[in-house]
Nanobody, 115 residues
Framework: QMQLMESGGGLVQAGGSLRLSCAASGDIVSRNTMAWYRQAPGKQRELVAT???????NYADSVKGRFTISRHNAANTVYLQMNSLKPEDTAVYYCKRTIGNLENWGQGTQVTLSS
């Protein structure tokens, strides 16, 4: 069964760091296109970072230099390391897996910044 389970969200002060995890089942993340999205209250869901099967990464301009997407093949888990967090990073963060025409989403994890 294809499932994604995010964890690692929480309340953090501006300038702090968090690492989000996305544990996958049903397929191997190293073969998939993995991505992190976020959705802030009253806003549309936006793409934060992408990790391709060949290791290529891409980031939204708003997080470049602060966030890093990576994967641990043995754990079949994708991470989002978030540093120098800002109040505008407050959102629900979602993990997404793309396999051909199929998309698989996690349930999301809340990240809240306090100024």
């Amino acid at each position: 069964q294809m499932q994604l389970m995010e964890s690692g969200g929480g309340l953090v002060q501006a300038g702090g760091s968090l690492r989000l995890s996305c544990a996958a089942s049903g397929d191997i993340v190293s073969r998939n296109t993995m991505a992190w999205y976020r959705q802030a209250p009253g806003k549309q869901r936006e793409l934060v970072a992408t990790l391709m099967a060949d290791g290529t990464t891409n980031y939204a301009d708003s997080v470049k230099g602060r966030f890093t997407i990576s994967r641990h093949n043995a754990a079949n888990t994708v991470y989002l390391q978030m540093n120098s967090l800002k109040p505008e990073d407050t959102a629900v963060y979602y993990c997404k897996r793309t396999i051909g025409n199929l998309e698989n989403w996690g349930q999301g994890t809340q990240v809240t910044l306090s100024s």
